[in-house]
């Protein structure tokens, strides 16, 4: 749509400005990005095969994984069924509060993950406000579970928010309108009509939640007490590796996650232009 | 443009079935500010509440501890360079994607994407393996003087990398919704390339700018993951705020954890605030 700019004058000196801005700017993402990703690249290859079989018999690793698969999926449907809740109170209702209640669900955005660990701990370790109540029922709230699945949902609920409310402003009322004065139930009219317009950006912002989900650290380490065979996620395995000095363990396990986020950002990719495309 | 204007929802409401899809309205309403204020607005009023509940107190002990205003010195510093420097970089990458057309754009694209994508805790590993000591690389490095892991500049890089999509995901649709009748009008009368970009392009470029470079400071404010494993946490050297936090909410000191938490709060929710502000057109405002 813009390429015209470059094609209008095709030989002024511009030409030279064009491939020195594009090379710095391929030379920084290059530097920044890319070389990084080469060293881990490489040093995990430098370990060897042996490396792979004897990190990835360990039950600690295969539990940390377990672990992180299981974490990873409870938040991604609590995000997604209540997100898409929310976006479509927010885009449909008209109610007094709702700028407030807008700008709530960006205010994780702005919360350092450590700040939300501490929240978790606050409310539900000892003295917190929560903690007489499930401590008489013999819930273990912190260090288990519960607390590690609550803060990543805290940290991954404005992705599907944030990008199902703009789709649901776009495709408008009409077609809902119309089922609905056609007799369809309003739950016959979100199944079939809503949701089949808003899939893509859904879909997205699932994508976005797991990668997030899948990484996180801060808030995690901070819940979990980081028990090792029990609460040790991927990542924190990660953590305890590296300060171990078992480096080519460590390399070995991140270089998996960053493999699966990549895997996940060329779905996003592709999500992306069908979003686009719609 | 966003339909949400047409009161369509509205004039539904006193229908035959206005009773059971006024309940249901009510419900769903309900559901959403249970979900929001469960998870969101409660846990964040505990940590202001307890960060503030001796008064001052928790916050002049929390900052009394070793290296902790260094630690808030060095992460508003790093934060603030990140945010320049992704003001210029992020400027100059969102105008090479959408003004030129060069193979691997796409490639580049889905590059500027991928810290969006990566667990910031691997972002660490990998600038330990590419400038550790055990690498040639960072082993070369040394050698000349320059130190990168357990030093501020590790810190730098790795806020770098975190928050590199910020400023161009918010330009890069700003830009390319530029009309460039403007832009070649003002080559037809002569105007250099410079002076073209710097008064019109700029100029209406600012805002986006603005709001991508506050949004990365904001992050860059909060980030550990990567931190965490790059800096080594050197009181009065490279331990940051949310590393100090980490520390203080590790010995059970969470009324000071919690102190300084709420400072650290107030500036990124502050930025983030104005950013949106700044930005405003995102679609799903009133």
């Known amino acids: 749509m813009s390429a015209r700019v470059e094609s209008t004058s095709p030989r002024d000196p511009g030409a030279l400005v064009r491939t020195l801005l594009i090379l710095l700017a391929v030379g920084y993402v290059g530097i920044l990005v890319l070389a990084p990703l080469g060293g881990i690249v490489w040093a995990t290859a430098r370990a060897g095969w042996s490396n792979v079989s004897t990190t990835l018999n360990q039950p600690d690793v295969r539990h940390a994984y377990w672990l992180t698969g299981v974490i990873t999926l409870i938040t991604v449907v609590v995000t997604t069924a209540f997100g898409v809740l929310t976006a479509w109170v927010l885009a449909r209702h008209h109610f007094r509060g709702r700028g407030l209640l807008n700008a709530v669900v960006d205010l994780p955005m702005a919360v350092s993950p450590v700040i939300v660990g501490l929240m978790c701990v606050l409310l539900f370790g000892r003295g917190g406000w929560f903690e007489p109540f499930f401590a008489s029922r013999g819930i273990q709230v912190i260090f288990a579970l519960p607390a590690m699945i609550l803060v990543t949902i805290f940290i991954c609920i404005p992705f599907v928010i944030r990008e199902v409310v703009p789709v649901l402003h776009e495709i408008g009322v009409d077609e809902e309108e119309a089922a609905k004065t056609l007799g369809a139930s309003s739950l ?40 090792q065979g ?8 990660i953590f305890r590796a590296f300060e171990e000095r078992q480096e080519p363990s460590a ?28 | 443009m966003s339909s949400e204007a ?10 035959a079935t206005g009773l059971r899809s006024g309940l249901g309205r009510w419900g769903l309403r309900a559901g959403a500010l249970i979900y929001l204020g469960g998870m969101i607005a409660l846990p964040l009023s505990a940590v202001i509440s307890k960060g503030f509940a001796n008064g001052l107190d928790s916050l002049r002990s929390a900052m009394a501890a070793p290296g902790a205003v260094a630690a808030i010195r060095l992460t508003l510093i790093t934060a603030l360079a990140a945010a320049l420097v ?6 100059l990458l969102s105008y090479v994607l959408v003004r030129y057309r060069f193979p691997g754009r796409g490639v580049l694209s889905a590059v500027v994407d991928l810290p969006f994508a990566i667990p910031t805790l691997v972002t660490g590993v990998m600038l330990v393996a590419l400038y550790g000591p055990a690498s040639p690389v960072g082993g ?16 730098l890089l790795a806020l770098l990398f975190v928050t590199l999509p910020f400023v161009v995901r918010t330009v890069q649709p700003v ?21 073209t970009f710097v008064q019109i392009v700029l100029p209406a470029l600012r805002p986006a700018i603005a709001a991508g470079t506050l949004l990365s400071f904001a992050r860059a404010l909060g980030e550990f993951g990567s931190i965490v494993i790059v800096s080594g946490n050197i009181t009065n050297h490279t331990l940051t705020a949310p590393v100090f936090i980490f520390q203080l909410a590790s010995q059970f000191r969470s009324d000071e954890a919690a102190a300084v938490s709420a400072v650290l709060f107030a500036m990124s929710f502050t930025l983030v605030v104005v950013t949106y502000r700044l930005a405003g057109n995102r679609g799903d405002r009133p």
């Open chain 1, 188 to 227: 016959q009219t979100f199944v079939r009509v809503t949701l089949p317009s808003i899939r893509w950006g859904l879909m997205y912002g699932v994508a976005l939640s797991t990668a997030r989900a899948l990484g996180e650290i801060g808030a995690v380490l901070i819940v979990s007490g980081a028990i």
């Open chain 1, 230 to 237: 029990q609460t040790e996620t991927a990542t924190l395995y």
């Open chain 2, 6 to 15: 047409l009161p369509l929802g509205r004039t539904r409401a006193p229908s």
């Open chain 2, 175 to 195: 830009l390319a919704e530029l009309d460039v009748a403007q832009e070649e009008a003002a080559e037809v009368l002569g105007a250099s390339r410079l002076r």
């Open chain 1, 251 to 278: 390399y070995l396990v991140a270089l998996s996650l960053a493999a699966i986020s990549i895997f996940l950002l060329v779905t996003i990719e592709t999500l992306k232009k069908h979003k686009a495309r719609r």
């Open chain 2, 86 to 91: 992704n003001a210029i970089f992020g400027t």
């Open chain 2, 140 to 155: 070369w490095l040394e050698a000349h003087g320059i130190h990168i892991v357990f030093a501020p500049l590790g810190v």
